[in-house]
């Protein structure tokens, strides 16, 4: 009856950070509930500057709105392991990041990082079939699955999917 949907566009420039914090205020006062960040260069290699644009994120959201990060991939588990510890130590109670480590070619890393962090951890939006999705649920690779229709088959799939998820929960 109702899906609930979340705005995935604004991107983080760190060097100028007031337009996504404007977007972030306007979008919040808009009535979203959900709040996704692109880009960010650079995320992590100035650890107070990237805390505190967090804080600074989630004071412009407001407590009622989620926030998840989209900031690229690291360059492997270790990078990873201190970039989640950025995001729990930084308060701004993000809701997910998105695919910090390839699902389909660091699976196992993918998985040892979810076990190491708070930080729930989302993918899956280029895999094509819900047996890939059942391998991340075995491994316990994520928290949230996050399907693109387009690739994984269609509606049909998408609810074989949606039903492995309902499974595990």
């Not at 930084?90 to 070619?105: F, N």
Request: proline fraction near 4%; charge should be negative.
């Amino acid at each position: 009856q109702r899906v609930r949907v979340y705005l995935s566009s604004i991107w983080v420039d760190p060097q100028n950070p007031q337009l996504a914090l404007d977007d972030t205020a306007r979008y919040a006062a808009q009535g979203f509930t959900g709040i996704k960040y692109y880009g960010w260069e650079g995320f992590g290699s100035q650890p107070r500057r990237d805390t505190q644009l967090l804080r600074q994120l989630r004071g412009a959201a407001g407590e009622g709105v989620e926030l998840m990060l989209d900031l690229g991939r690291p360059q492997g588990l270790a990078e990873a392991v201190e970039m989640a510890g950025l995001i729990e130590d930084s308060g701004a109670q993000i809701y997910w990041w998105e695919e910090p480590l390839s699902s389909s070619d660091d699976l196992e890393n993918l998985a040892r990082l979810n076990a190491r962090t708070r930080v729930r951890i989302a993918a899956g939006e280029a895999e094509l079939s819900a047996f890939v999705f059942r391998d991340l649920l075995l491994k316990n690779a994520v928290d949230v699955l996050q399907p693109d229709l387009s690739w994984a088959g269609g509606l049909t799939e998408g609810r074989r999917i949606a039903q492995l998820a309902r499974l595990f929960k």
